[in-house]
C-alpha cells in the first residue's frame, strides 16, 4: 500500500513545506549528542526519510547496529525519531507517566484516528479499558463462540479442498477466517456471518490505513486540511452505521444497563453491547466510530501475521506432525478450550517464532510522543514534540538475545519452557524488552491475548485437518529480505497448497 503513495502527487506538492519542517526539526541543538543514522545533513536527512517511506527498517537496522543499548536517531519526513534500545533505557521510557512520554498522542500521530476513525477515539481510550477488563477476563467463557465461528468459516473457506492438492488465495482465507472469529466478538451474531459486512470490514481498514499515510506525508499543520481531500471518514462511518445501527438499537431497548432482568440470560456478550451498557459514549455516531476503532487497525495485523505463520508451515510441513501430536494429545485429554489452547506449548512457541522473524510490523513500536522535555539517565535529553520508540524488529534478530536469530526455530520458545526458563516470558503474548511485538509497559497491546488465542485456535484447526505445502518451485526463494536484510517476508504472489489430511 505505501509503495503506491510514493509517487502520489500529494508528495511531490507537499515537497517545500516537508523540507521546511525538517530544517526546523533538524536544528534542534539538544539532538546533536544523540547520533544520526543515514544522513547527517538537513536536506540529506529528507532524502533519507523518503528513501524509507516504505517502512524504517533498514535504517533502524543499521542504527541498532552501531548503538545497541542506547540512543541513536532517525529522520522521518517531518521530525527525528530517537530510537532506544536496551533494558535499562526501555525500562525508563516505560516508567514515565502519559503526560509526560505520551503512547496515545504518538498512536494517533502515527495512524490519525481523528481524521480515519473519528475525533474522539484517541481523545478517550476507553475501549482499551474495556478490552482489558471486559474481553481479557472473560476470553475463556468467550472462547466456544470464537472456536464454533473458526471452525464454520474454515469449513466454508475449504469446502473445496479435497484429497488432491488445491491452491488458495492465502490472504483472502485468512482474511475471511480471522473476520469471523474476531468479529464475533465485537459485534457477535448474526452479523459476524454477514459477508457484506467483512467485505466492508477490511475495506474500511484498507481505506482507513492508505488515508492516514497520505496523511502522514504532510507537517503537522497541514493535517485537518489534507484530511478534507484524502479520508472518507464519514461516509465509512455512514456506511458502517447501515450494519451496526439496527443492533444498537435492539440492544438498548432489550438489555440496556441490566435493566430487563428476564432478559439477561440471552443478553449477547460482546463489545458492542459492552459499549452500550457503559454508556460513556450514547450517539449512535460514536458507538460505530468506537467498534470500529477494533477493526482497524487491530484485523489487518492479525490476519497478515497469522498468514506468515501459515507460510512458515508449508515452507517446512516437517513441523505439522509435532504440532498435530501437540493439539491432538490435548484436545483427547481435554477437549477444545482456552486452557487447552493455553497448553499447547509448541503451538505457541511456533506463533512466536513467526511474530519474532516474519512479522514486518514492528520496525518500530512502543513509540511516544514526548509531551515534555525528556532526559534520559545518561543526561541525554529529547525535547517535546519527537518521539521515541524502540527498534523492535532489531532487538528480535538480535544474536547476543536469540541464538541463530536469522533461523526459523519454531520451538525454541517451548524448549525454554522446557528447560525451566520463565513461562509466561516465553508465551506469545509476553510482553518486554526482548519481545517486542504487542509493544511494552502500561500501553502495551490490550487486544494481544485475544489475538493470540484466535491465532493459535485457527492454526490449531488447520493443522488438524489439512496437509499444506507450498506451490511447486516455491521454497525459502519465496521469502524475500527487505533492504535491512533482516525480516523475512511473504511473497503474497506464493500460493500455499492445501489437501485434506493424509498423514498422521
Ligand atoms: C497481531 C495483531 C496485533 C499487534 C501486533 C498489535 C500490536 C500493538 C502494539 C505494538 C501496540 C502499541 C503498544 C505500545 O505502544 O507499547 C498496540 C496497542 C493497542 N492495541 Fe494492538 N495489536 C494487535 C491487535 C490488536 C487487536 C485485535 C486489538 C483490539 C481487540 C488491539 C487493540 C489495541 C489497543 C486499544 C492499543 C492501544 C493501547 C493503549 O494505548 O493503552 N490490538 N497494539
Redesign the pocket.
Known amino acids: 500500500m505505501i509503495t503506491g503513495l510514493i509517487s502520489d502527487p500529494y508528495i511531490i506538492s507537499s515537497t517545500v513545506l516537508v523540507l521546511t519542517a525538517v530544517f526546523a526539526a533538524w536544528k534542534h541543538s539538544e539532538l546533536d549528542a544523540i547520533p544520526t543514522v543515514g544522513s547527517t545533513t538537513w536536506l540529506g536527512s529528507y532524502f533519507s526519510a523518503v528513501k524509507n517511506l516504505s517502512g524504517v527498517s533498514g535504517l533502524v537496522q543499521e542504527g541498532y547496529d552501531k548503538h545497541k543499548n542506547a540512543l541513536f536517531k532517525i529522520p522521518t519526513l517531518y521530525t527525528w525519531i530517537i530510537v532506544a534500545s536496551g533494558d535499562k533505557f526501555l525500562d525508563e521510557i516505560r516508567k514515565v507517566p502519559e503526560d509526560h512520554l505520551s ?2 498522542i ?2 494517533e500521530d502515527v495512524f490519525k484516528f481523528r481524521f480515519t476513525v473519528g475525533p474522539k477515539i484517541t481523545k478517550n ?1 476507553y ?2 479499558t474495556l ?1 482489558r477488563t471486559g ?1 481479557n477476563r472473560k476470553l475463556a467463557a468467550l472462547f466456544p463462540v470464537v472456536n464454533t465461528e473458526i471452525v464454520l468459516a474454515c469449513d466454508e473457506m475449504f469446502s473445496f479442498v479435497d484429497d488432491e492438492w488445491k491452491s488458495i488465495m492465502a490472504i483472502e482465507t485468512i482474511q475471511q477466517i480471522i473476520l469471523r472469529g ?1 468479529t464475533r466478538v ?1 459485534v457477535g451474531l448474526p452479523l459476524c456471518r454477514n459477508s457484506a459486512w467483512l467485505k466492508f470490514c477490511s475495506e474500511y481498514a484498507t481505506e482507513a490505513f492508505v488515508a492516514g499515510a497520505k496523511i502522514n506525508l504532510f507537517p503537522e499543520f497541514m493535517w485537518p486540511l489534507i484530511a478534507i481531500f484524502v479520508t472518507k471518514k464519514n461516509s465509512l462511518t455512514r456506511r458502517a452505521m447501515e450494519y451496526l445501527r439496527p443492533l444498537i438499537r435492539e440492544r438498548r431497548e432489550k438489555w440496556f444497563q441490566n435493566t430487563h432482568t428476564e432478559n439477561q440470560a440471552d443478553r449477547p456478550e460482546d463489545f458492542l453491547q459492552w459499549l452500550v451498557n457503559d454508556g460513556r459514549e450514547t450517539s449512535e455516531w460514536d458507538i460505530t466510530q468506537r467498534t470500529m ?2 477493526v482497524f ?3 489487518d ?2 490476519s497478515t ?1 497469522l498468514l506468515q505463520a501459515l507460510y512458515f508451515l508449508a515452507a517446512y510441513p516437517e513441523y505439522l506432525k509435532p504440532l498435530r501430536e501437540e493439539v491432538e494429545a490435548l484436545v483427547h485429554e481435554d477437549g477444545w478450550s482456552k486452557s487447552t489452547i493455553d497448553k499447547m506449548y509448541k503451538m505457541d512457541s511456533f506463533m512466536k517464532e513467526s ?1 519474532r522473524i516474519g ?1 514486518n ?2 520496525s518500530l ?4 510522543k514526548v509531551l515534555k522535555d525528556f532526559t534520559f539517565s545518561d543526561g541525554r535529553v529529547v525535547p517535546k514534540g519527537f518521539y521515541i520508540a524502540a527498534p ?1 524488529n532489531a532487538v528480535h534478530h538480535d544474536e547476543r538475545i536469540y541464538d541463530s536469530p536469522n533461523t526459523f526455530d519454531p520451538f525454541r520458545f517451548a524448549r525454554l519452557r522446557g528447560q525451566g526458563q520463565d513461562g509466561v516470558k516465553q508465551r506469545v503474548d509476553s ?1 518486554n524488552a526482548q519481545y ?13 491475548f ?2 493470540s488465542m484466535l ?1 493459535k485456535t485457527t492454526l490449531a484447526r488447520i493443522v488438524m485437518s489439512y496437509d499444506v505445502k507450498l506451490e511447486s518451485g516455491a521454497a525459502l526463494e519465496s521469502f524475500k529480505r527487505d533492504e535491512g536484510g533482516l525480516f523475512m517476508m511473504v511473497d503474497p504472489t506464493t500460493k500455499i497448497l492445501f489437501r485434506k489430511r493424509t498423514q498422521v
Do not use: D, Y
Not at 513500536?365 to 511516544?368: E, K, P, S, Y
Open positions: 503512547a496515545v504518538a498512536g481510550m475501549h482499551a478490552i474481553l474476531a465485537f476503532a477494533l487497525p487491530g484485523l495485523t492479525i501475521s511474530h512479522s510490523i514492528v513500536v512502543m513509540m511516544r523492535g510482553s517486542l511485538v504487542f509493544g511494552l509497559g502500561k500501553h502495551a497491546c490490550p487486544g494481544r485475544f489475538v491465532q
